[in-house]
Structures are given as structure tokens and as C-alpha cells.
């Protein structure tokens, strides 16, 4: 966690966090403050995800499934959504079973190749999803609204990059 970095003084005699100054830019970053907001923001987003996976009878991992499933650029296949969560063959297996009785997904076998496996998220649940999470949509629109554009894109570049370099780790 960020907060566990050790703090080293800087030039100006204050407290800096190990790479809290911007590239090039020498500006001051409060890397902490970041962090806070970031764990923050998780925090709540895992609230709601907890809620709506106790509603269903689904674990927080069948949730993230489904996510994966949703955002994916093609058809989600177990080996791409057991890579994605990092989990064992037979852990996937589970969840999508949970998810598949629950009729959140279902399998369709490639036809060309039966072997193939193609993960789709049910129409009707993601309705239902849809309603669950729709507070969270209207909260992101209504801060969206204090933004502009250019500082948007500002974010969202930001959280992509964060997202990759997080995704060194796996």
C-alpha cells in the first residue's frame, strides 16, 4: 500500500513519497493523498459489489466474472477468464457454474470447434445488474459533471496507465 512507503525528505525540507514527482515536471504530487482516495473509492465500489453479490447468492469473485465478462473485447473464453482473476482451472469451473445456475451466464460451444467455449452474460441479469449499480453509474455521472473534457480524459488516461502498470504484477 501506498501509505507504507517510506517517506524521504526533499529539496524544500518536506516529506516526499518515493516517485511523487511528475515526470520531467518537477511538481509537487501528494502521493498519499492519491492513495487515500484511491483505497476510498475501492472501498465503496466493494460495498456495492458485496451487496449485490449477497443478494444473489454469488461470491465478490463471481462479480469481478461478470465484469470480466461484460468488458471483454470478444467472447470471454475460462482460459482468458481464469487469467484475468488469476485463478486455478477448477476455480473458474465453480464460478461459472454459480454463475450459469444462477442465470447470469451461459456456455455456447463454438460450432466450428466444440472445444471452444464462449462465455455470454444473460440478457435479463444484465438488466438486473444494470438497476443494481445504477447509483454508482449516476454518482460517476454526477462527478463526471464537475469536470471537463480535458480533465477527464486526464483521468481516465491515468487509470488506464495505472491499471497496466498494476497489471505488471500478475
Not at 25 to 37: H, P
Not at 57 to 68: F, I, P, R, Y
Request: proline share 3%; hydrophobic share 40%; with cysteine.
Amino acid at each position: 500500500m501506498a501509505g507504507a512507503d517510506v517517506q524521504h525528505s526533499g529539496a524544500d525540507g518536506t516529506d516526499e513519497a518515493p516517485g511523487s514527482r511528475a515526470p520531467g515536471g518537477g511538481r509537487d504530487v501528494d502521493l498519499q493523498a492519491l492513495a487515500v482516495a484511491l483505497r476510498r473509492m475501492h472501498g465503496e465500489i466493494g460495498r456495492v459489489v458485496q451487496r449485490f453479490a449477497g443478494e444473489r447468492g454469488l461470491h465478490t469473485t463471481d462479480v469481478q466474472a461478470l465484469a470480466a465478462i461484460l468488458d471483454a473485447d470478444e467472447p470471454m473464453t475460462p482460459g482468458r477468464l481464469r487469467e484475468s482473476l488469476g485463478l486455478t482451472s477448477g476455480a473458474v469451473t465453480a464460478c461459472l457454474d454459480r454463475l450459469e445456475r444462477a442465470g447470469h451466464i451461459r456456455r455456447v460451444r463454438e460450432s466450428s470447434d466444440r472445444r471452444v467455449v464462449h462465455l455470454y452474460y444473460v440478457q435479463d441479469a444484465r438488466a438486473a445488474a444494470h438497476t443494481h449499480f445504477r447509483p454508482l453509474a449516476d454518482a460517476t455521472r454526477s462527478a463526471m459533471d464537475r469536470f471537463t473534457d480535458e480533465e477527464l480524459a486526464v483521468v481516465v488516461r491515468f487509470l488506464s496507465v495505472l491499471n497496466e502498470e498494476l497489471a505488471v504484477g500478475r
